[in-house]
């Protein structure tokens, strides 16, 4: 089995904030920027783009992309915390996947409705690799003064739209210690890379 557990990857993969307005009061713009870059590597945190909260179930743009990379700040609305970080050009994809979650829309229906936009023509896919880089932990085990996270759970991907195993020669077989393609062939096919690597 992966070192990463089934439950967290489809919860990692939706890339969602489901903020759930006055539930908790919103750190400052520059906390939040610090946070959400820490799932990047370091040498790039200071060009990525950040969206965070001024006001409270509202994500929106705290700080303009300058190096292809965009964040997406911890909801202090959710009780774990998470960040994450993805190449500009899935935005598209990930904000419709926002957008209809926020309208109603639950489960695998997201990814219907999406894959059905992507095939219309509607949302843009990437033509070449777009990596994605998120950080989970409980909340307590993140430190606003330092901008640090302990015991974290890290989790990065490359999308691929619409790739294969025959087309990139990766199993799609989950695996511990190498990569693996997931949701094979279709707009969000992406290679895994597990922490154990």
């Known amino acids: 089995m992966p070192s990463v557990p089934t439950k967290l990857l489809i919860v990692a993969l939706a890339v969602v904030p489901c903020s759930l307005a006055g539930a908790q009061a919103l750190p400052p713009v520059d906390q939040q920027i610090a946070a959400a870059v820490i799932a990047l590597p370091k040498d790039m945190r200071d060009g990525a783009g950040v969206m965070g909260y001024k006001t409270a179930g509202k994500l929106e743009l705290v700080r303009p992309v300058k190096n292809g990379m965009l964040c997406l700040a911890d909801d202090p609305a959710e009780k774990q ?117």
């Open 81 to 197: 915390f998470h960040v994450s970080c993805y190449h500009e050009s899935m935005e598209p994809f990930m904000a419709r996947g926002r957008a209809l979650r926020a309208a109603g829309t639950t489960g695998p229906q997201v990814d219907t409705v999406r894959f059905a936009e992507v095939k219309a023509g509607k949302i843009k896919m990437p033509t070449a690799p777009a990596s994605l880089y998120q950080v989970f932990a409980d909340v307590n085990d993140f430190n606003p003064a330092t901008s640090s996270v302990s015991k974290a759970n890290s989790l990065f991907v490359v999308y691929v739209p619409f790739a294969t195993a025959q087309s990139t020669g990766l199993s799609t077989k989950p695996a511990e210690k190498g990569p693996w393609l997931m949701f094979p062939g279709t707009p969000k096919a992406h290679i895994m890379f597990t922490t154990s690597m």
